[in-house]
């Protein structure tokens, strides 16, 4: 029950964004919306979202704790898969830039870099939205 009013309210969010944003950017927060809720079943406490770097060099989508681990989740949103998996989309230098705001998370909250894993999180807009969860996708 308590799954449906939170759908509910991700769909009345995506037509509010939608009036104010580019389709693409929209959809692309409702695919971090429903990887939220994902990673929330899953026990990941989700403690921040889209965390960038003041100076614009990088960001992360999705931040939470697994246990004692710090989580850095990146999500990839298509509306199908019919041009590969969205996880592909993920080049060097977007690594890179993850990276820089990973380290920069982990700093400030005095966790050390051993506890830090990433994670790729695909959405795919299906009915019902098709979710994969790739643990551990590189190393620090």
Not at 8 to 32: I, K, M
Not at 92 to 118: G, I, S, T
């Amino acid at each position: 029950m308590l799954g449906r009013l939170y759908e509910f309210a991700d769909g009345l969010r995506h037509q509010a964004r939608r009036r104010r944003w580019p389709a693409d950017q929209a959809l692309g927060r409702r695919g971090e919306d429903i990887a939220h809720r994902f990673l929330q079943r899953a026990g990941i406490i989700v403690v921040a979202r889209n965390y960038r770097l003041a100076s614009g060099a990088g960001e992360i989508d999705l931040v939470g704790w697994d246990h004692d681990t710090l989580v850095f989740a990146e999500v990839k949103s298509r509306t199908t898969d019919e041009f590969g998996a969205p996880d592909r989309a993920i080049d060097r230098e977007k690594r890179k830039r993850m990276l820089r705001a990973a380290r920069d998370f982990a700093r400030h909250a005095e966790v050390p870099w051993e506890k830090v894993r990433f994670d790729v999180v695909t959405v795919v807009f299906t009915t019902p939205p098709a979710v994969t969860h790739f643990r551990d996708i590189m190393k620090p």
